[in-house]
């Protein structure tokens, strides 16, 4: 409807996707085997890297912007005891060949219309993946080292920041650093985060952000938009606008997306890009904690089809299905089975069709 075309990526890819310098994932987090050549592969651990790897490939002559979805599943080996699965089930959207204001907005504006229209009550935090960068970048650390600053800044673990920050000579950088997971809040944050600029691609990108902040403070979202500069993905590839989502139902982020224009390139021919993804387990086991999943269940219907009316049922069935019913159709020649049948599953209401058509809630007396 709104102009984006599903995507399906390999479930099993050449680990070689996920491993190029500089936006790769973790080998210890990814699921490895060999193929019959002994060629390397894994599970696949991330859907954005396989669809940039396919765009770059197969789509640089299509019409600009492309707009792409997907619903897959993604596997990480988590480590022990987090309480995190290790195999997830994701939805969410890519746009490649835009950049700009409108292409970030139509992002943002996209997640939240999926949040509100499934869970409702949440916060959005936007932040820049330019900050932590172009910080950290300064520092002559490494690579164990900055992982584990990016996870205390993320986590706001001020005590580990502080441990890590020792030792390290930049005392202007340390101090910038270490104001990071505190720069958390309105409008007001960025005139503080100024004070932490150091170059003028740092203070553009403030620029651009509370520019983008106002536009989206215009919109439904002005009570739920957090500005976070502390905010920094696990993911390499991100080269400007970064967003989460939370609720206080869950204790992870349900949505996260960014900007990751020189992603394509790695691939090939370079394309600017944006997109999010969507934890779908984690939604579904909150609508579910609410309720919400019973609430269907509730409204199915099942069909008692009566000896020689079984096309007639059929094309009642598709009638119900138009209109957005849920229906389920009775293999049973009794009704008494067919009641039997949809009280062990869980439907609520009956349907029979013969010669006139009967609806009932189970439990009524049959008419």
Known sequence: MRGYNEVLTPGVEYYDVFGIPGVSIPQQEMYKTTDNNGRLIVFRPDSTLPIARMASARLQNFQKPVRLFYRQNVYRNTPDHTGVSNEAAQMGIEILGAQGLRADLEAIMLAADTLTKTIGDFRLEIGNAVFFQNLVGKLQISEERREQLRTTI????????SGLLENIQDQKIVEAIR?????????EIFKEAERYCPDGDTADMLLYMKTLYRHLSETALKDRIIVDLGLVQRNDYYTGIIFSAYTQEYGAAVLNGGRYDTLLGKFGD??????????TDALTAIVRRRGGGESRIRKKTIV???????????????????????????????VDKTRRYAS????????????????MELGDDET
């Not at 370079?270 to 934890?279: K, R």
């Not at 079984?310 to 020649?333: L, N, P, Q, T, W």
């Open 344 to 359: 062990v599953v869980g439907i609520h209401r009956l349907m029979v069709v013969g010669e006139s058509v009967t609806e």
């Open 304 to 334: 008692h089809i009566m000896p020689g009316y079984e096309i007639k049922a059929h094309r009642v069935m598709d009638e119900m299905v138009g209109k957005g019913r849920y229906c389920e159709a009775s293999v049973f020649d009794a």
């Open 179 to 187: 104001k990071l997971p505190r720069l958390f809040g309105g409008e």
């Open 154 to 161: 993320e986590s706001k673990n001020y005590a580990a920041l």
């Open 270 to 279: 370079s394309m600017p890009a944006i997109g999010f993804s969507v934890d």
